[in-house]
Every structure is written in structure tokens, then in C-alpha cells.
């Protein structure tokens, strides 16, 4: 079993759809959870993360973690075509560790205008 | 604000041929890493550093060999390229304390 996995789609969806990402895991010492966005031909960019348990809102992004049944979602309400990009999951121990991530495969978001 | 800088940004390879990936920071961040992409994959760890003089292996580091004389630069060595390494390589690095890892751009490496 792959310590992360995500679902690798594509995805693709109308201007204006609510996307739900997931991701489950399988290591009990990650603490912080990533998630990274990634253009075409570009490095993953932070988008948000969440420590532990809960929600966490960022303007049209919301993450959860659910820690019991080790889930991961990011929600993406009222989606834009600059939302196209490859979305990656990313699980950290934290501490000194938080650059030493384990990606999930990584799900590819195409929004159509 | 130059961030993370990676050259080159794409190379070809010959099998059995040796290259080194430069990576440098600009951020004073004690912690770097080493990344592979292979396509429709996620990124796989290769090699991280804590701080000049310290490095350790990732995941994936068969293949592949780092060194960490400064704080700022952290290139990552192939010795004899095989087909199995092409790949597109990402140098990042994140500072004690932060949650964030900052990556470069990227060199896409063929080997044939």
C-alpha cells in the first residue's frame, strides 16, 4: 500500500463547479497536511495546508483532514479556468521535516470557460 | 526575489554519461531537498540536506549522489545516466520553523 494516495483523475469541469479533491494516507505520524498546486511546466506551489485534524478556509479553498479515518479533501468552490493545474497532496511529520514531503500522485484539474 | 534557482532547465543525456544538477537558494534556509516527477506520478524524495555537511538519502537516491558545502548550493550528481533516470528533477528548500518547502522551476533530463 502507497503511504498516499490520490485519486489522478483528470478532472474536468465548468466554470463555476464546486471540485472536491481527495487523498487518503496511511502513516499515523503525519501531522501537517499540504497541499501543493502545480502548472504546466512549473514547480508545486504551496496553495494551503492544515495541521491535525479540522477545516481550514482560504478564500474559495477549503481543506479538511479527517485524521480517524485518514482523508484528506481540498474543496474548490466557484472554480476558474486559472484553477487548471495539477493538484498534489502532501503529508509531513512535521518538525524538521517539513520539506520532506510524501506526494500523492497528483490530480490534473482542467476548468472550461 | 530569486527564490530557488535550477540550471540547467532541460538536458539530454547519453547512457553512461555523468551531469550535475545545480541547485542554489537565496532564502537562508537550513533544509534542501531533491526531487524526482515522473510522468503522471507524484514527486519522489532523492536526497534532502539539514544544513552544510549533513545530507541523506530519500526514497529514491540509487543512481544519484549530493553534496552540501554551503548553505546556499545543494547539486545533485548522476554518475552513469541510465534511461530509468529521465525525469524532471525539482530542487527545493524550506527554513527551520516553516511549514512551507519553496521549489525551482525544474530540469527536465532525458537520457538516451
Known amino acids: 500500500q502507497k503511504e498516499v494516495e490520490q485519486d489522478p483523475g483528470p478532472l474536468s469541469v465548468p466554470e463555476g463547479a464546486i471540485v472536491s479533491l481527495n487523498c487518503t494516507y496511511s502513516n499515523s505520524a503525519f501531522q501537517y497536511f499540504m497541499w501543493y498546486r502545480q502548472y504546466s511546466r512549473k514547480g508545486p506551489e504551496l496553495l494551503m495546508y492544515t495541521y491535525s485534524s479540522g477545516n481550514k478556509e482560504d478564500g474559495r479553498f477549503t481543506a479538511q483532514v479527517d485524521k480517524s479515518s485518514k482523508y484528506i479533501s481540498l474543496f474548490i468552490r466557484d472554480s476558474q479556468p486559472s484553477d487548471s493545474a495539477t493538484y498534489l497532496c502532501a503529508p509531513s511529520s512535521g518538525g524538521t521535516s517539513y520539506g520532506k514531503l510524501t506526494f500523492g500522485q497528483g490530480t490534473i484539474l482542467t476548468v472550461h470557460p | 526575489n530569486a527564490g530557488v534557482t535550477q540550471t540547467p532547465k532541460f538536458r539530454i543525456l547519453k547512457i553512461g554519461q555523468s551531469m550535475t544538477l545545480q541547485c542554489t537558494q537565496d532564502?537562508?534556509?537550513?533544509?534542501m531537498y531533491w526531487y524526482r516527477q515522473d510522468p503522471g506520478m507524484g514527486l519522489k524524495l532523492i536526497y534532502y540536506?539539514?544544513?552544510?555537511?549533513?545530507?541523506d538519502k530519500g526514497e529514491v537516491p540509487n543512481g544519484y549522489n549530493v553534496s552540501r558545502s554551503t548553505t546556499e548550493d545543494f547539486p545533485l550528481r548522476l554518475e552513469l545516466a541510465a534511461p530509468s533516470q529521465t525525469s524532471v528533477y525539482f530542487c527545493a528548500s524550506s527554513g527551520t520553523g516553516g511549514t512551507e518547502a519553496f521549489f525551482g522551476q525544474g530540469t527536465r533530463l532525458t537520457v538516451v
Open positions: 532564502m537562508n534556509h537550513n533544509y
Open positions: 540536506s539539514v544544513g552544510a555537511g549533513i545530507t
